[in-house]
């Protein structure tokens, strides 16, 4: 006898660590919101992307998130990629489509793009970005679609993966001197569980010039955006860039010609 097949559709993030994670919390809120009693969406916790492909296949899934540390470890592992996941060098969100192909997209420039511009603060002159993972390269991508000249901040910018990355030291310097500054948190510091950890060692710096957007959202305020609050800083956390990352993914996933490249 035949055994019977799944018909669920099963969605997942996959990642190294994801206790900090909500966004099972969000997809689970959403398919009760519209009555899919057939989706799922799971935390898959991977020490390596060793055997994706036959998890992805052993676990019928249609569709997957990624964080860190494989928004740019998966790249050799996908059948194909949209242009802007190109351009990126990142992707956050595979669809499966027939014969088990593996399509990389990044929604996390358009999410970052779309939470900046409604937060409705004027677009400075000078933008940071700490870190060179995945969400930094998205949000240095989202920054130069919308003309803010940005560059990458590193603890070790000589042997950092993206180009013309700048030390922390030369980092302060420039916000000392910049007229109106964004400045985002692309790195893990400050995640839980290391809610007392911050990427930026000079607190007194912030100002009311400085927009600081820190990408973590799990806790939010993280201790990064408290030093900027006291100082007259308006601060942003990651909550809403995760949920509109999450509703494009969504649209990704249920439109799979689209997604199809």
Request: overall charge neutral; some cysteine; charged content about 15%.
């Amino acid at each position: 006898m035949q055994p019977l097949m799944d018909k669920r559709r099963h969605y997942a993030l996959v990642g190294r660590s994801l206790g900090h994670s909500w966004s099972q919390r969000w997809f689970e809120a959403m398919f009760l919101r519209q009555g899919l009693s057939d989706c799922s969406y799971s935390l898959c916790e991977m020490p390596s992307l060793d055997g994706l492909r036959r998890w992805v296949a052993d676990g019928h899934i249609c569709g997957f998130n990624v964080t860190v540390p494989y928004k740019v470890a998966i790249l050799p592992l996908l059948d194909a990629m949209s242009d802007d996941a190109r351009a990126i060098g990142a992707v956050n969100c595979v669809c499966v489509t027939s014969g088990d192909r593996l399509v990389g997209h990044n929604t996390d420039w358009r999410a970052f793009s779309e939470s900046l511009l409604s937060c409705g603060t004027p677009l400075p002159s000078t933008a940071l970005v700490l870190g060179s993972g995945g969400a930094a390269r998205a949000v240095a991508y989202a920054l130069g679609r919308l003309g803010v000249e940005s560059c990458f901040v590193s603890r070790t910018p000589g042997s950092c993966p993206v180009p013309d990355a700048i030390s922390y030291d030369d980092a302060r310097r420039r916000a000392a001197a910049a007229p109106s500054l964004l400045f985002v948190n692309a790195t893990p510091v400050g995640m839980w569980p290391d809610v007392d950890a911050s990427p930026w060692p000079w607190p007194d710096d912030f100002s009311s010039r400085w927009t600081v957007y820190d990408l973590t959202y799990n806790p939010s305020p993280t201790l990064l955006m408290r030093h900027a609050a006291a100082r007259g800083a308006t601060v942003h956390d990651g909550l809403d860039m995760l949920h509109r990352q999450a509703a494009l993914g969504w649209q990704l996933w249920q439109n799979p010609s689209a997604a199809a490249l």
